[in-house]
């Protein structure tokens, strides 16, 4: 059974441009979420996808979006790229309804850097 | 809304002492409590987790967290720690209505000292 895997491991990207994360989710699972860590702090919820569809979000602007596909893959995508993007950017999973009691597995993350 | 409070950001222990991380939430219902560890490179991997039921939970890796709500809290335990568990803690909370997210606190580092 593989885990979760995002892709790249590190990117820099310099200011307004867009930038797309991705993450595999670890098989079976219908569910994923993706979660900001800047430096120093604990991660943030930006949204979750569950069956393809929006399931929840967290005060992010809308220049932060996603996709789930049908093979339970998803993108992170951010436009107009600022500074304070720079962040790890972390992927978890999860089985089943999505609700909070799932176990929520989380990938290494993408580290952005933002110039 | 909720919030997660974790008070210690650095703390340094000596291998094979027993070490304490505490947490403190705070969340209107019962909450849906989360520890995480976090490794250099590495994602988040759960230690343990608390719906409901026994107040003491225990987890991977030797820990074990105990949940008081009269202190709102729910603090992680180790009696002896070992080098590997050099590593950032994270604790959290959920909730099972509206949005599916995780709140996390800031986290504290541990350092073990040989």
């Known amino acids: 059974e593989t885990g979760v895997t995002q892709s790249p491991t590190h990117l820099i990207k310099t200011r307004g441009q867009q930038v797309t994360l991705r993450c595999s989710s670890q098989s079976g699972h219908n569910t994923v979420s993706w979660y900001q860590q800047a430096l120093g702090q604990g991660p943030q919820f930006i949204f979750q996808?569950?069956?393809?569809?929006?399931?929840g979000r967290g005060n992010f602007p809308p220049r932060f979006s996603g996709l789930q596909f049908p093979n339970y893959s998803s993108e992170l995508n951010v436009n107009a790229l600022e500074l304070d993007d720079s962040a790890l950017y972390l992927c978890?999973?999860?089985?089943?309804?999505?609700?909070?009691?799932?176990?929520?597995?989380f990938g290494p993350g993408t580290r952005l850097t933002v110039l | 809304a909720q919030s997660v409070t974790q008070p210690d950001i650095h703390i340094t222990v000596s291998e094979g002492a027993s070490l304490e991380l505490r947490c403190n939430y705070s969340y209107g219902a019962t909450p849906y409590l989360f520890w995480y560890v976090q490794s250099p490179g590495q994602g988040l991997q759960l230690l343990l987790k608390?719906?409901?039921?026994?107040?003491l939970v225990q987890g991977i890796k030797g820990f074990e967290a105990e949940f008081k709500r009269s202190q709102s809290s729910f603090n992680l335990r180790k009696p002896s720690v070992h080098w590997s568990d050099a590593a950032e803690y994270f604790c959290?909370?959920?909730?099972?209505?509206?949005?599916?997210?995780?709140?996390f606190g800031s986290g504290t580092r541990l350092q073990v000292q040989p």
């Open positions: 996808y569950y069956r393809e569809e929006e399931n």
């Open positions: 959290a909370v959920g909730m099972d209505t509206g949005r599916r997210a995780l709140t």
């Open positions: 608390y719906f409901s039921g026994d107040t």
């Open positions: 978890a999973s999860s089985l089943a309804s999505g609700g909070i009691t799932d176990t929520q597995y």
